[in-house]
Nanobody, 122 residues
Framework: HVRLMESGGGSVQTGGSLRLSCAVSGDTGDTFMMGWYRQVPGKDREGVAH???????SYIDSVKGRFTISVDNAKNILYLEMNRLKPEDTGMYYC????????????????WGQGTQVTVSS
């Protein structure tokens, strides 16, 4: 079993920065997919950024150039560095993880954290 615990959320003004952390514990592995999602009330959860065990990141268009996803494999921590924040970045941010024998087996995330709130005011 794998447990994820997010931290680092808060309230900032437009243009500010936050760094989210996701501490991972349990039965992990060397092959993984990890990601950050956000959700606002009344809308579907959307994937913001993802990274695989080859350290290949991907982002939705709205955060490209502002957000950076990274993983510290030694500490088992996933990060999301968020800069030039906008009010539309407001939401509950969740980290997610999948571990398996090969990235070809990836079909979606198996593990989710409880979320950390990010609020950006104008």
């Amino acid at each position: 079993h794998v447990r994820l615990m997010e931290s680092g959320g808060g309230s900032v003004q437009t243009g500010g920065s936050l760094r989210l952390s996701c501490a991972v514990s349990g039965d992990t592995g060397d092959t993984f997919m990890m990601g950050w999602y956000r959700q606002v009330p009344g809308k579907d959860r959307e994937g913001v950024a993802h990274i695989d065990s080859f350290d290949t990141p991907s982002y939705i268009d709205s955060v490209k150039g502002r957000f950076t996803i990274s993983v510290d494999n030694a500490k088992n921590i996933l990060y999301l560095e968020m800069n030039r924040l906008k009010p539309e970045d407001t939401g509950m941010y969740y980290c997610a993880a999948w571990y398996g024998p090969s990235l070809e087996n990836y079909r979606g995330y198996d593990y989710w954290g409880q979320g950390t709130q990010v609020t950006v005011s104008s």
